[in-house]
T-cell receptor
Framework: KAGVTQTPRYLIKTRGQQVTLSCSPI?????VSWYQQTPGQGLQFLFE???????NKGNFPGRFSGRQFSNSRSEMNVSTLELGDSALYLC????????????????FGNGTRLTVT | QKEVEQNSGPLSVPEGAIASLNCTYS??????FFWYRQYSGKSPELIMS????GDKEDGRFTAQLNKASQYVSLLIRDSQPSDSATYLC??????????????FGKGTHLIIQP
């Protein structure tokens, strides 16, 4: 069974640009969550999508947005990039909404490493 | 107080010994608890999940949960050099909403010395 697939693996952007990251969940998984990982803050929750609807959102500015398509694939967009947005962006999928309740743990993709210069 | 706290380490353990990793959490309504392993440059990989008080064993790994003390631990028996990694404790509040996603600790860097 294929795992969570994220593209691209690496991105280099300059301040002020925008970027779109893509995530294909494990087959049969309908919930997709996004996390940001930095050395200083660790892993932080961005948002979760289920059935094309954003269910939850973490404490991030409105520059961070996402969407989910009918095939459960998800995209995350960051507009007006700042240097502090440099991070590893991880997508995770699970069978059920809520992302990690009983018997529905999160499975992570390999991430997209974003560098903002 | 941080929501999920772990000792950052590094925790150095000789090969073949038991590695003990600890995690405390602040929100009493938390109901789901997870341990992820993350190798350098790689994504987190789920090792164990635990939802009720007590011990849960899976191979060389044992997760222990004490909700009264708000404490989760991971024991790794017969530690191998391949176990050297950062171990992340993650917690989720109960209810169908899972409003804040998973809350992660910053991880414990474990080194198994051959």
């Amino acid at each position: 069974k294929a795992g969570v697939t994220q593209t691209p693996r690496y991105l280099i952007k300059t301040r002020g640009q925008q970027v779109t990251l893509s995530c294909s969940p494990i087959s049969g998984h309908r919930s997709v969550s996004w996390y940001q990982q930095t050395p200083g803050q660790g892993l932080q929750f961005l948002f979760e999508y289920f059935s094309e609807t954003q269910r939850n959102k973490g404490n991030f500015p409105g520059r961070f947005s996402g969407r989910q398509f009918s095939n459960s694939r998800s995209e995350m967009n960051v507009s007006t990039l700042e240097l502090g947005d440099s991070a590893l962006y991880l997508c995770a999928s699970s069978r059920s909404p809520g992302g990690a309740l009983y018997n529905s743990p999160l499975h992570f993709g390999n991430g997209t490493r974003l560098t903002v210069t | 107080q941080k929501e999920v706290e772990q000792n950052s380490g590094p925790l150095s353990v000789p090969e073949g010994a038991i590695a003990s990793l600890n995690c405390t959490y602040s929100d009493r309504v938390s109901q789901s608890f997870f341990w992820y392993r993350q190798y350098s440059g790689k994504s987190p990989e789920l090792i164990m999940s635990i939802y009720s008080n007590g011990d849960k064993e899976d191979g060389r790994f044992t997760a222990q949960l004490n909700k009264a003390s708000q404490y989760v631990s991971l024991l790794i028996r017969d530690s191998q050099p391949s176990d050297s990694a950062t171990y992340l404790c993650a917690v989720m509040k109960g209810g169908a909403g899972g409003a804040d996603g998973l809350t992660f600790g910053k991880g414990t860097h474990l080194i198994i010395q051959p």
